[in-house]
């Protein structure tokens, strides 16, 4: 099996990567990431699905080297079993007893090699959507799950608006060029969203109509990149005064601080339609 361990030597930034979507359910993304040094190994992050991950490892000829996991909802790692029916594979993610397939349990902060495979990842703590969300960072890209989505962010099933909203501020703390591939084929309703919060956002008109275009080839709007996220997406904007005072307006009272702003434009999003 692939050896895996705590690493402080090999860079995070070193490799550009090669990231292939695969889609599953009505909306999810699994993203699998060719290994720079494996050849035709690939490192499956949040498969909900094992089937179609199945017939693009088979169109491919590459073989399954790895899992990621963010969180553990059904939709991220339902695959997982049938997966490692065929594929002894290490299995990673965080410290939630929820993912009973899980092999090594990275932590915040934490380096995870893959040095056969010349990948190395930083694990992120997100808390917000779960309690135990975490994301992976690594060789200029940054692997989600459900916390950050393009022009918008998951929903808050466990965690406190202040724990989304630090969560969020870390990941907008990422170099701007960093590639962001999230869970969910969600940005054009997210746009039309954050269009409503702010209408005159030039940077998020012009990819609305990008989004658009794109979509109407049948063809992912992802990845994003967190330069483009944090001109277009409310979420990752909670102290810019344009987004306080429109969460003020909705609100109808004052914000005291970014967390609060988020919390008002969280719940707005969760009615929206």
């Known amino acids: 099996m692939l050896q895996v361990k705590y690493a402080r030597k090999m860079s995070i930034h070193a490799t550009h990567l090669n990231v292939r979507p695969v889609r599953a359910f009505s909306d999810n993304y699994i993203w ?10 690939v490192v499956a992050v949040d498969p909900g699905e094992a089937a179609p991950v199945m017939t693009e490892l088979q169109r491919s000829g590459a073989s399954l080297a790895a899992i990621l996991l963010t969180h553990h909802h059904p939709d991220h790692v339902g695959g997982v079993p049938e997966l490692l029916r065929h594929w002894a594979v290490p299995v990673i993610g ?6 009973a397939q899980r092999t090594l349990t990275v ?15 930083e694990t992120l703590a997100v808390p917000g959507h779960t309690l135990s969300h975490i994301a992976f960072w ?3 890209a940054l692997f989600c799950g459900d916390t950050l989505f393009s022009a918008g962010c998951g929903r808050m099933f466990e965690g406190t608006p202040t724990q989304m909203n630090a969560s969020l501020t870390k990941l907008r703390s990422l170099p701007p060029d960093t ?18 919060v702010d209408p005159h956002n030039g940077g998020a008109l012009e990819y609305q109509s990008r989004v658009a275009a794109v979509r109407a080839q049948g063809n992912p709007s992802l990845p994003s ?9 409310p979420f990752l904007r909670c102290d810019d005064p344009t987004v306080v005072r429109a969460a003020e307006a909705h609100a109808g009272r004052s914000l005291q601080d970014p967390a609060e702003v988020f919390g008002v434009l969280r719940a707005w999003k969760d009615q929206f339609r």
């Open 138 to 140: 690594g060789h200029g």
């Open 179 to 196: 590639r962001m591939f999230c869970g969910h084929e969600y940005t054009a309703a997210n746009l039309r969203f954050a269009l409503t």
């Open 32 to 41: 699998l990431i060719e290994a720079p040094c494996g050849h035709d190994q």
């Open 225 to 233: 990149t967190l330069a483009l996220e944090i001109r277009v997406n």
């Open 94 to 99: 965080p410290d939630d007893t929820r993912i």
């Open 107 to 121: 932590h915040d902060g934490e380096r995870c090699e893959l040095a056969e495979l010349g990948l190395c990842f």
